[in-house]
Structures are given as structure tokens and as C-alpha cells.
């Protein structure tokens, strides 16, 4: 089925350091949204965005809604090892209720 | 409050046989979610219900099917299992059909492993 182009597949960085992932698509959504999943659990949600354009922060975490509507990025500063996991873009559209367009992916690894 | 919850947490069948998971929503959620996580990829949408009915579908077999009762919890059955279908099977629930800020929030999933 569809996915969104997620990059970096993987990250394996030193705590401290800050960390870019982002999210394309050949189609337009109308909402953005980030997700954390640890192994054996399911997506947890992060930073939800509604609007083109739109920069939301929630801690140390920061996301854009891309003005075209195709892209998003999810920015972590000062990372911690308890960010180790794996992280998730989704897409959505006004017109298809909760279904969920997600991404491949981005696997953290934080070294201490 | 009690999120999603799904059950069973863990399950091994043998090829062709037929399963059945549960998936109980956050108490008010109406629409409930189905989504296949195969290892080492993203989740990919199965069924959608809201106020009982079925509201999308994805791309899988007609040997997927799904329900959703008067409570708002749901069901979702694979037939004549395949070694394919081995997956993490997530169960999301939101408030509404769609509505900006009514985000959809996940359960713990279904570990299923055919064999």
C-alpha cells in the first residue's frame, strides 16, 4: 500500500545532539501528524499539525507542516536516551475519517 | 481513564486457520481503527468503523473482516491465515468520524505469528 518517504531510515547519534527527520508525499494532506512507538507498543502521539505552513512544539520537540502540503519535518533538540525508539509520520485527509497514511519510519539511537 | 485495550496481547496460529481480535475504544470513542503493522514498516489501514458501520477500507484480502457492537468496541477476523499475515495488529480509536483535534490514539496491539 501507499507510504509516506520517511528519511533517515536510522539515526545512531550521542545524547546531547539535536536530530532532523522528515516526511514527503506525492499527495496533499490536510493534517500532519508524529508518532513514537517503543518496541511491543503501539504509536503514541507526539505533535499533531493542522495547517500548511503551521510550526508546532511540544518539549523538546518541534514540527513543521510544509507549505505545499506534501512534506513535514520533526526536529528533536538536546536529545536524551529515553528518545531511543521508532518514530512515525502519518497523513490524513479531511475526507477519509481517521484512516492514516504512515511513513516507513525513522529508528533513533541515542549513545550516553 | 483507560486507553485502547486489545486482546490478546500475543498469539501463534498454524496456517489456514482463523482468528478473532478484540480491541475495546477509549470510553466516548465512537470510531474505531484497524491498522497491520508488519515488522520493520509502518502501520498500514485495514478497516475503519464509526456508529457501528463501516467507513473504509484498505487494500486487504476479503478474508479480513471486522465489526463494531453497540458499545463501540470491535473485532477484527482474518480467515485461512497465511504466514503473511504474522504482523502487530494496532487497534486506534478517536471521538468522531473526522474532526481536526480529534486525533486517533492507538492500542498496544495484537502480536499474531502464523505458523
Known amino acids: 500500500g501507499q507510504q509516506l518517504n520517511q528519511s533517515p531510515q536510522s539515526m545512531f547519534i550521542q545524547e546531547g545532539e539535536d536530530v532532523s527527520m522528515n516526511c514527503t508525499s506525492s499527495?496533499?494532506?490536510?493534517?500532519w501528524l508524529w508518532y513514537k512507538q517503543d518496541p511491543g507498543e503501539g504509536p503514541v502521539l507526539l505533535i499533531a499539525l493542522y495547517k500548511a505552513g503551521e510550526l508546532t512544539s511540544n518539549g523538546r520537540l518541534t514540527a513543521q507542516f510544509g507549505i505545499t502540503r506534501k512534506d513535514s519535518f520533526l526536529n528533536i533538540s538536546a536529545s536524551i536516551p529515553s528518545d531511543v525508539g521508532i518514530y512515525f509520520c502519518a497523513g490524513q485527509y479531511n475526507n477519509a475519517g481517521n484512516m492514516l497514511t504512515f511513513g516507513g519510519g525513522t529508528r533513533l539511537m541515542v549513545k550516553p | 481513564d483507560a486507553g485502547v485495550t486489545q486482546s490478546p496481547t500475543h498469539l501463534i496460529k498454524t496456517r489456514g486457520q482463523h482468528v478473532t481480535l478484540r480491541c475495546s475504544p477509549i470510553?466516548?470513542?465512537?470510531?474505531v481503527s484497524w491498522y497491520q503493522q508488519v515488522l520493520g514498516q509502518g502501520p498500514q489501514f485495514i478497516f475503519q468503523y464509526y456508529e457501528k458501520e463501516e467507513r473504509g477500507r484498505g487494500n486487504f484480502p476479503d478474508r479480513f473482516s471486522a465489526r463494531q457492537f453497540p458499545n463501540y468496541s470491535s473485532e477484527l477476523n482474518v480467515n485461512a491465515l497465511l504466514l503473511g499475515d504474522s504482523a502487530l495488529y494496532l487497534c486506534?480509536?478517536?471521538?468522531?468520524?473526522?474532526?481536526?483535534?480529534?486525533?486517533?490514539?492507538f492500542g498496544q496491539g495484537t502480536r499474531l505469528t502464523v505458523v
Open positions: 470510553s466516548g470513542h465512537k470510531s
Open positions: 486506534a480509536s478517536s471521538l468522531a468520524f473526522f474532526r481536526q483535534g480529534t486525533e486517533a490514539f
Open positions: 499527495s496533499i494532506f490536510n493534517t
